[in-house]
């Protein structure tokens, strides 16, 4: 199964119950504030689907033959995939709800549920999803912005994001305090950065297996 791309940008609803009735009720409610959405009857559906990269989330129930809403939930998280997930379900009880919930799940609701209860939560997780690949998007450009720089101008980062003088940089690694002014001013260019509060802030948001990088 096939999913049109359309616009990127335009948030997308994935629905998976093994109920017809349920998700072509839910499609027509999205569908009836402007959100596009896509159904599927399993998980194994949603699986082998081409599903296009946009910003959303999944509605799931958690009871379907075959593999279930959380054994998804499990699945998808092990792919690195981050969509938020809001579960529906008609046969939820309380050690689901917390397994659930404890995984990540965006929202668990209680079939029959309330139109605007619903879509309040729908908002809420594309919302999140939205911010989530801004976060994910913003790293990713300081990676690249990162690899281009040298060994030494990487020293000298991690130097100035640990809060220390250009002399005491040089002392550490051996150099003078004018070339530590140098390294540093190509790392602020590189890194694009407009301050040294700014350089220090995108350190930080850069992965820890980075920052914690053992100086050659």
Request: aromatic share 2%; glycine share 6%; hydrophobic share 40%.
């Amino acid at each position: 199964m096939s999913v049109a791309a359309g616009n990127t940008d335009r948030p997308l609803v994935l629905i998976v119950d093994d109920d017809e009735e349920v998700r072509s009720a839910l499609e027509e409610l999205l569908l009836s504030v402007g959100i596009d959405a896509c159904c599927f009857g399993s998980t194994q559906d949603l699986l082998h689907a081409d599903l296009p990269d946009r910003p959303g989330c999944l509605i799931l129930d958690v009871r379907m033959p075959g593999a279930s809403g959380l054994d998804l939930q499990q699945h998808l998280a092990s792919n690195g995939n981050t969509r938020p997930i809001i579960f529906l379900t008609g046969h939820g009880d309380i050690a689901m709800t917390v397994q659930a919930m404890k995984a990540g799940a965006a929202d668990f609701l209680t079939k029959p549920v309330r139109d605007q209860t619903l879509l309040d939560a729908v908002t809420a997780a594309i919302e999140k999803d939205i911010s989530l690949r801004t976060a994910a998007r913003h790293i990713k450009q300081h990676l690249d912005r990162y690899a281009k720089l040298t060994p030494r101008e990487r020293e000298v980062l991690r130097e100035v994001a640990k809060g220390r003088l250009n002399k005491q940089i040089a002392f550490d690694l051996g150099i003078s305090e004018i070339t530590v002014k140098l390294h540093r001013g190509s790392v602020t260019k590189k890194m694009q950065a407009t301050s040294v509060g700014q350089l220090i802030r995108i350190w930080e948001l850069l992965p820890a297996g980075i920052r914690e990088e053992k100086s050659p």
